[in-house]
C-alpha cells in the first residue's frame, strides 16, 4: 500500500518565519504536488514536480516555493509565513495518470 | 490550463435515495477524471476515476458518466447510506502537463 508522509499534523508559526514542510512518499512515484485546502474552494494546487529537481508552479504558488533533491522527497517553503496562509496543507504522490495518494495533512496556523 | 467546476456545493438526501454531483471540465484533452471522498478529519481517498475512453463506469452503489462532447462528468451514488456523509471532490488531469485540478467540492449529507 503506497504511504505518502507528511511531517507534521500540526503546526504553529510567527508571521515573517520561514516555513518548511516535509513530504516522503515510498512507492517511488515520479509525480508529487502539494494542494491547500480551504472550506469552499476545494484543493488548490500549489506546486507540482514530474522529476527530481523538476518543478512547475501550480494555481497559487504566491507565496510559496518547493524543492525535490530526491524522487521520495518533496518540500514545500513558505519564504516568510503570512496569516493568510494558514490552511490545511495535503501533499501527494501519483504515477500519472493514476490515482493521486494523499498524505494525513499538515494543518499550519500563522499567528 | 484545466479548470474544473462542481455542483452543488451542499447535497441533503434521505436515507436510501440516489445523490448526483456534477462536473464540468474546460480542457477538451483531457484524459482522466478521478472522483475523491474526504471524511471528516481524513486525507481524500479515491472512490472512482474514469477515463476518456469510457462513457461509463459502475463500482457496487457508486457509478460516474462521462459525457466529452460537453465537457462533464457525474458521480451518482445509489441507496445512500450513513457512511456516504462527506465532501466529495472530481477532478481532472490537465492534458498539458502532469498535474490534476479538483473542483470545489460537494459536501453530502445523508438523512436518517
Known amino acids: ?111 | 490550463g484545466e479548470n474544473v467546476e462542481q455542483h452543488p456545493s451542499t447535497l441533503s438526501v434521505q436515507e436510501g435515495d440516489s445523490a448526483v454531483i456534477k462536473c464540468t471540465y474546460s480542457d477538451s484533452a483531457s484524459n482522466y477524471f478521478p472522483w475523491y471522498k474526504q471524511e471528516l478529519g481524513k486525507r481524500p481517498q479515491l472512490i472512482i476515476d474514469i477515463r476518456s475512453n469510457v462513457g461509463e463506469k459502475k463500482d457496487q452503489r457508486i457509478a460516474v458518466t462521462l459525457n466529452k462532447t460537453a465537457k462533464h462528468f457525474s458521480l451518482h451514488i445509489t441507496e445512500t447510506q450513513p457512511e456516504d456523509s462527506a465532501v466529495y471532490f472530481c477532478a481532472a488531469k490537465d492534458s498539458s502537463a502532469s498535474k490534476i485540478i479538483f473542483g470545489s467540492g460537494t459536501r453530502l449529507s445523508i438523512r436518517p
Open chain 1, 1 to 111: 500500500d503506497v504511504k505518502v508522509t507528511q511531517s507534521s499534523r500540526y503546526l504553529v508559526k510567527r508571521t515573517g518565519e520561514k516555513v518548511f514542510l516535509e513530504c516522503v512518499q515510498d512507492m517511488d512515484h515520479e509525480n508529487m504536488f502539494w494542494y491547500r485546502q480551504d472550506p469552499g474552494l476545494g484543493l488548490r494546487l500549489i506546486y507540482f514536480s514530474y522529476d527530481v529537481k523538476m518543478k512547475e508552479k501550480g494555481d497559487i504558488p504566491e507565496g510559496y516555493s518547493v524543492s525535490r533533491e530526491k524522487k521520495e522527497r518533496f518540500s514545500l517553503i513558505l519564504e516568510s509565513a503570512s496569516t493568510n496562509q494558514t490552511s490545511m496543507y495535503l501533499c501527494a504522490s501519483s504515477l500519472l495518470p493514476s490515482p493521486l495518494h494523499f498524505g494525513n495533512g499538515t494543518r499550519l496556523t500563522v499567528t
